[in-house]
């Protein structure tokens, strides 16, 4: 068995359902193209331990699939939300063609996570970049300047990593993972690349401005891949960790928080705390430690279902009802029980209520900042807790508690939209009520914690207790209140610099552009693709030549 499935990557199966998907009527591509990347599950399951698929197409190995503790749990947990994500597009009438991009997107998703060596994550890397702009792109209207910033961000992230990993070769003379990217300047260079990614904060812009503005399933899909990936990647550039990358990520956490207290678009509030669950990932890596590198893909497991939920649940309220801000919400616990209830799992899971996943991952990471000494820090996991349990109060009393406003109109729904998220709200459930279920998979060593021992039950207890009366005491003074994001405030400089930096993109591209156009059509006709697909190639080999054109500027600068 074992021999079979490792005759090609898990990710051919997100091609063949794109292929499906591109010719079958839409509910048959649906079910046939969820099964499909469905199988990412058991295909990863069955394989042992190891690398596959070793070429050297350019007289260097490159490794096409590996399996280990990184892969094997994030590319099982993609396959998954991949095949819910296509019933949940189906559910909130995304176009065939959105369907298509998500399954490219997530496709580079699984690739960039089971690549066995640099180069080959590199190309997934920029793939991801290019079909999440697409993916954006496509929804139109207020998406369009998101989608164009995304695409910068990731242009300007992806260079870094290339160099860095440029260099890495030029020391090494290898691609092919081993202990890490070489210390000093490539390092350094690949960490701010993967901080693009990650969200670190003065970085973190294009995040909160892009997911919430395309159609609710693309809000779902890119909440689970972008930062989950890069995450796994940050585990591969410094698998020893560093302090300094820990500090980032206390960061990350406090400042996300705070500013999702303050959110009343119910995708950009979701977008923060984004932000804020990813900093426990890159605190619990950043120290270094057997329990956090545990910790960290815990977390990135109960936080890719819990966060794909509770977008899920935002995007149905969006759906059925047309309003975005919780200003213009109320009363929907009872016309939409069904989608309150998954909100209760969902915002329980992410505060830590014991039961729940949250409380496992959060748990296992808050014992291993605690073990290091590092008290300041630990302090930041504790009021970064305390705010995510103030958020989600108000997002539950304005959604669904307070009384409905008059001109409130809810639409009709669909067993589909209400199987969905069950679906997905269970596995939080599952990991927190059977924590070994989570923590037994994943990479290093939980090293024996007990989530349930009465000290983490009650450090649990005491942050439920804190966030709740802090939302009833400040309840009416918080809609008061508006924070200024810090790129906000550097926007106009923000403006000018990546439009100085388009233009030279642009200019790049064209010339890829005219000397490509007349090839792609050639090609198009002979296999029988929509002309309309024409411009989307063309704009990625813009993208990709781009990027290329960066990072050469990087590793010339840096040289």
């Known amino acids: 068995m074992t021999e079979f499935v490792t005759l090609a990557p898990p990710w051919i199966a997100f091609l063949l359902a794109i292929l499906v998907v591109l010719v079958a009527p839409r509910l048959i591509g649906t079910v046939v193209g969820a099964l499909l990347v469905a199988l990412t599950i058991p295909w990863m399951w069955a394989?042992?331990?190891?690398?596959?698929?070793?070429?050297?197409?350019?007289?260097?190995?490159?490794?096409?699939?590996?399996?280990?503790?990184?892969?094997?749990?994030?590319?099982?947990?993609?396959?998954?939300?991949?095949?819910?994500?296509?019933?949940?597009g189906y559910a909130t009438d995304a176009d065939s063609r959105q369907q298509l991009y998500s399954l490219a997107y997530m496709g580079a998703g699984v690739a960039a996570v089971t690549a066995g060596d640099w180069l080959t994550l590199l190309i997934s890397w920029e793939l991801l970049a290019v079909t999440a702009t697409v993916l954006v792109w496509h929804h139109g209207g207020d998406a369009v300047r998101p989608a164009f910033r995304y695409a910068i961000y990731h242009l300007i992230g992806g260079a870094f990593l290339v160099a860095g990993i440029a260099f890495h070769f030029a020391t090494t003379g290898s691609f092919v993972y081993d202990?890490?990217?070489?210390?000093?300047?490539?390092?350094?260079?690949?960490?701010?690349?993967?901080?693009?990614?990650?969200?670190?904060?003065?970085?973190?812009?294009?995040?909160?401005?892009?997911?919430?503005?395309?159609?609710?399933?693309?809000?779902?899909?890119?909440?689970?891949?972008?930062t989950k990936v890069a995450v796994v990647v940050l585990a591969r550039v410094a698998p020893d960790g560093a302090i300094l990358v820990a500090w980032v990520g206390g960061i990350m956490i406090v400042y996300g928080v705070t500013q999702a207290i303050f959110q009343t678009d119910m995708r950009r509030l979701l977008?923060?705390?984004?932000?804020?669950?990813?900093?426990?990932?890159?605190?619990?890596?950043?120290?270094?430690?057997?329990?956090?590198?545990?910790?960290?893909?815990?977390?990135?497991?109960?936080?890719?279902?819990?966060?794909?939920?509770?977008?899920?649940?935002?995007?149905?309220?969006?759906?059925?009802?047309?309003?975005?801000?919780?200003?213009?919400?109320?009363?929907?616990?009872?016309?939409?029980p069904v989608t309150f209830v998954t909100f209760l799992v969902a915002a329980l899971a992410i505060t830590g209520a014991p039961g729940f996943a949250g409380f496992v991952s959060k748990g296992l990471i808050t014992k291993a900042v605690e073990s290091t000494g590092e008290t300041a820090l630990w302090w930041m996991l504790v009021v970064g807790s305390v705010g995510t349990v103030l958020s989600?109060?108000?997002?539950?009393?304005?959604?669904?508690v307070r009384a409905a406003p008059d001109d409130?109109?809810?639409?009709?729904?669909?067993?589909?939209?209400?199987?969905?998220?069950?679906?997905?709200?269970?596995?939080?459930?599952?990991?927190?009520?059977?924590?070994?279920?989570?923590?037994?998979?994943?990479?290093?060593?939980?090293?024996?914690?007990?989530?349930?021992?009465?000290?983490?039950?009650?450090?649990?207890?005491?942050?439920?207790?804190?966030?709740?009366?802090?939302?009833?005491?400040?309840?009416?003074r918080l809609a008061q209140i508006h924070l200024a994001d810090v790129d906000r405030v550097l926007y106009p400089l923000a403006v000018r610099g990546t439009t100085a930096l388009s233009v030279g993109a642009i200019a790049i591209g064209n010339a890829a552009n005219h000397a490509s156009a007349s090839l792609i059509e050639r090609f198009a006709s002979l296999v029988g693709a929509d002309p309309r697909l024409n411009d989307t190639i063309q704009s990625a080999l813009v993208f990709l030549f781009a990027t290329v054109g960066v990072a050469l500027s990087v590793v010339l600068l840096a040289s």
């Open 408 to 476: 409130i109109d809810v639409r009709p729904t669909s067993l589909t939209l209400r199987v969905v998220l069950i679906a997905i709200a269970i596995p939080s459930v599952v990991f927190g009520v059977f924590p070994e279920t989570l923590l037994g998979p994943m990479p290093g060593d939980s090293g024996g914690f007990d989530a349930y021992a009465t000290s983490e039950l009650v450090k649990a207890g005491a942050v439920l207790i804190v966030g709740t009366l802090g939302f009833v005491a400040f309840r009416t």
């Open 271 to 336: 977008s923060y705390h984004i932000i804020s669950q990813v900093g426990y990932m890159v605190v619990a890596l950043g120290i270094g430690t057997a329990a956090g590198l545990s910790g960290a893909f815990a977390h990135l497991v109960a936080h890719v279902l819990y966060k794909g939920l509770l977008f899920m649940v935002a995007g149905v309220i969006v759906y059925r009802t047309g309003k975005k801000s919780l200003k213009y919400l109320g009363g929907l616990a009872r016309v939409m």
């Open 179 to 226: 202990g890490g990217l070489t210390g000093g300047l490539p390092r350094t260079l690949a960490l701010v690349g993967v901080g693009v990614n990650l969200g670190f904060i003065g970085l973190h812009f294009w995040l909160p401005e892009t997911y919430p503005r395309p159609h609710v399933a693309a809000s779902v899909v890119l909440a689970a891949f972008t």
């Open 47 to 88: 394989i042992d331990a190891g690398s596959y698929l070793v070429v050297s197409p350019l007289g260097f190995e490159q490794v096409l699939l590996t399996v280990d503790g990184f892969s094997r749990p994030v590319a099982m947990l993609f396959g998954f939300v991949a095949a819910i994500n296509l019933v949940y």
């Open 392 to 400: 989600f109060a108000k997002f539950g009393y304005y959604a669904f």
